[in-house]
């Protein structure tokens, strides 16, 4: 592995207090995907799994449901959250948008990294105008959503394969200067030789072996994410759909472990 030479990569702008580095626990790995329709039903979850994994993932329907409020309030319990909104606009919107997730206190937040260095680079400003002297929140570039597989790209027009787009993008947000990039765990290792070993790397549609696929068509179990060299590993539905949360977390944080082992070793 090597990290991109690339002159143009800039370093991320300075902010009052700069996100820390690559998780170094099994849970501070685990993300988990609060893909629930009320606040009531995340709250529950919250609970029951408060101290078992390492952040807490509110996407699009969560947020459309209860707004920024819940957000605020489950990060003011003390809890990390990864705002999963995928911003995409222009610039100056992308810009207010991230201020304004920042102020919520969240952990880390993405925007497409289709949406062209400008707007990445919008996102990084507002980051650190929304933290003002808090730690600011890693900001993510999304490359290729884990439910689109060649043929799909293909339908848009686009004739590069999977690996080739997601590289393509990944490096165009590394040089807009974001912390990392959100793909899929069998893009990780392409991402990691192009990017090298500062570049974080967030990893959807991650299933224990026995899971079904369900609507991602690029998965991995936690152990191959962990292998290819992602950071982040997000699971959802086999854990918060699981009759024993607590026990499925665990075993997920477990495989983890076995696999930060073996790559020790």
């Known amino acids: 592995m090597h990290a991109n030479s690339n002159s143009s990569t800039r370093a991320v702008p300075a902010s009052a207090s700069s996100p820390s580095s690559a998780p ?4 501070e790995r685990l993300v ?3 893909d629930v329709p009320s606040a009531e039903a995340a709250a529950e979850v919250v609970e029951a799994l408060r101290g078992r994994v390492g952040q807490f993932k509110i996407g699009l329907e969560l947020f459309t449901s209860c707004g920024p409020q819940f957000v605020g309030s489950v990060a003011a319990q003390g809890e990390k959250i990864f705002l ?5 606009d222009i610039p ?3 810009r207010a948008a991230s201020r304004a997730a920042a102020a919520l206190g969240v952990a880390m937040f993405n925007v497409h990294a289709g949406g062209g260095i400008k707007m990445m680079e919008a996102a990084l400003e ?3 105008e929304g933290a003002g002297n808090s730690t600011m929140p890693r900001v993510l570039g999304v490359t290729v959503l884990t439910s689109l597989a060649a043929a799909d790209l293909a339908v848009l027009g686009i004739t590069e394969t999977p690996d080739q787009r997601v590289v393509r993008l990944a490096r165009l947000a590394q040089q807009a200067g974001l912390h990392g990039v959100v793909a899929s765990a069998r893009e990780a290792a392409v991402i990691r030789e192009a990017c090298g070993a500062g570049f974080l790397i967030v990893t959807p549609g991650i299933r224990p072996a026995a ?6 068509a690029r998965i991995a179990t936690p152990a191959a994410a962990i292998r290819a060299g992602a950071d982040f590993l997000v699971m959802g539905r086999p854990i918060t759909q699981a009759p024993d949360r ?3 977390a665990a075993a997920a944080v477990k495989e983890i472990e076995a696999a930060m082992k073996s790559v020790r070793d």
């Open 24 to 27: 170094t626990s099994a849970i």
């Open 32 to 34: 988990l995907a609060l």
């Open 84 to 88: 999963d909104l995928k911003f995409h």
């Open 92 to 94: 100056n919107t992308v």
């Open 126 to 128: 507002g980051a650190r």
């Open 211 to 216: 899971s079904q696929a369900q609507d991602q």
């Open 246 to 248: 607590a026990g499925a």
